[in-house]
Antibody
Framework: QVQLQESGPGLVKPSETLSLTCTVSGGSMNAYYWSWIRQPPGKGLEWIGNIYSSGSTNYNPSLKSEVTMSIDMSKTQFSLQLSSVTAADTAIYYC???????????????WGQGTLVTVSS | DIQMTQSPSSLSASVGDRVTITCRASQTISSYLNWYQQKSGKAPKLLIYAASSLQSGVPSRFSGTGSGTDFTLTISSLQPEDFATYYCQQSSSTLWTFGQGTKVQVK
């Protein structure tokens, strides 16, 4: 079965760029959308964006100017970059596979275990 | 943005209880509604998709109903492993949003 694993620095300085990678194993990345979701400590979930296996993306409008996603099918990885971070970006970052009909019926499954990123000087 | 409001925010229940959690959308979302369970320190896990479809491997004591703006997640007989936080999520709009969560605690 498909498994996802996030990796990247656990500490990022304010105004710098947060960079995370999600490695996919146990299945093909082809013809799927791949997503990033975050959760500030003790709070709810926020969808960040998706990237398709072709490289097309769509982002949460509230984060669009700071977010960049990329995909490397040869390494079975996709990545998130979030620029100009502040303390408000401190969160557990999850990667997940988007499933559904590709139109409006969409859900996230499976998820990675998550990685905590703290923004602090 | 479509706002998702869950009620209650928390509840206390005992093993064997029937538990109902409600999720209301700020505008109609048809059946584009999913439910997740999150245990402490773990990633969310998909329970129900498209309002009422049970994800493979999820116990049948979990069920989902609703369409339009009002949705319900029901646990027919609460088990010890069900104490967790539950989230709804809509995918009707291009900005996918989650409810704030409902924490199911031991009574």
């Amino acid at each position: 079965q498909v498994q996802l694993q996030e990796s990247g620095p656990g500490l990022v300085k304010p105004s710098e760029t947060l960079s995370l990678t999600c490695t996919v194993s146990g299945g093909s990345m082809n013809a799927y959308y791949w997503s990033w979701i975050r959760q500030p400590p003790g709070k709810g979930l926020e969808w960040i964006g998706n990237i398709y296996s072709s490289g097309s993306t769509n982002y949460n409008p509230s984060l669009k100017s700071e977010v960049t996603m990329s995909i490397d099918m040869s390494k079975t990885q996709f990545s998130l970059q979030l620029s100009s971070v502040t303390a408000a970006d401190t969160a557990i970052y999850y990667c997940a596979r988007r499933n559904g009909d590709g139109y409006k019926s969409n859900w996230f499954d499976p998820w990675g275990q998550g990685t905590l990123v703290t923004v602090s000087s | 943005d479509i706002q998702m409001t869950q009620s209650p925010s928390s509840l206390s229940a005992s093993v064997g209880d029937r538990v109902t959690i409600t999720c209301r959308a700020s505008q109609t979302i048809s059946s584009y509604l999913n439910w997740y369970q999150q245990k402490s320190g773990k990633a969310p896990k998909l329970l129900i998709y498209a309002a009422s479809s049970l994800q493979s491997g999820v116990p049948s004591r979990f069920s989902g109903t609703g369409s339009g703006t009002d949705f319900t997640l029901t646990i027919s007989s609460l088990q010890p492993e069900d104490f967790a936080t539950y989230y709804c999520q809509q995918s009707s709009s291009t900005l996918w949003t989650f409810g704030q969560g409902t924490k199911v605690q031991v009574k």
